[in-house]
């Protein structure tokens, strides 16, 4: 569910079409997919009941370290390619002397835009959205190998070691 509405997510926010009513369907079909992932409760209590009574702490512990450090690399991943191709991508398509200071003010805040010529103000919301729909794509691809990653766990019965 997650990785059907990352995707509709990209596709939507003009990859390949420009859509806001098939792209809020994409978060919110997304929210749910990350929501189901995130409410571990149930995938917890079965790794706890097959863990044991002397091992109960170390699954917990190890439940929720990978599920946070899933959380921030994911985060930390998808910002460093925004922020890398939306670089890339001002300093490409803005010219002249002030490019560096533009990326930079630009990059810190986006009332920025309002002291920008209509030209300089295009291209800038090209690079966002540029940089975006990469971010979308690369969220995308990750789900995608998280699902391929999920056919090959083996599914035990409670009470058997």
Not at 14 to 19: A, C, R, W
Not at 28 to 57: E, F
Not at 95 to 124: F, M, N
Request: hydrophobic share 45%; charged share 15%; proline share 1%.
């Amino acid at each position: 569910m997650f990785g059907a509405g990352v995707t509709m997510v990209a596709v939507n926010a003009g990859t390949v079409k420009h859509s806001i009513l098939w792209f809020v369907v994409g978060l919110l079909v997304q929210g749910l997919g990350g929501g189901a992932m995130l409410s571990g409760t149930t995938s917890l209590i079965s790794l706890i009941a097959n863990a044991g009574p002397a091992d109960q702490a170390i699954a917990t512990a190890g439940s929720y370290l990978f599920r946070s450090l899933g959380q921030v690399t994911g985060l930390a991943i998808a910002n460093t390619v925004l922020q890398n191709v939306l670089r890339k991508t001002l300093r490409e398509k803005l010219h002249g002397q002030d490019v560096d200071e533009i990326v930079r003010r630009v990059r810190e805040s986006l009332d920025y835009l309002e002291e920008l010529g209509p030209e300089a103000r295009g291209i800038v919301r090209y690079s966002y959205e540029h940089a975006l729909n990469t971010a979308f794509w690369v969220m995308a691809c990750s789900a995608g190998l998280a699902l391929v990653t999920c056919l090959f766990i083996r599914e035990t019965e409670l009470g058997k070691k």
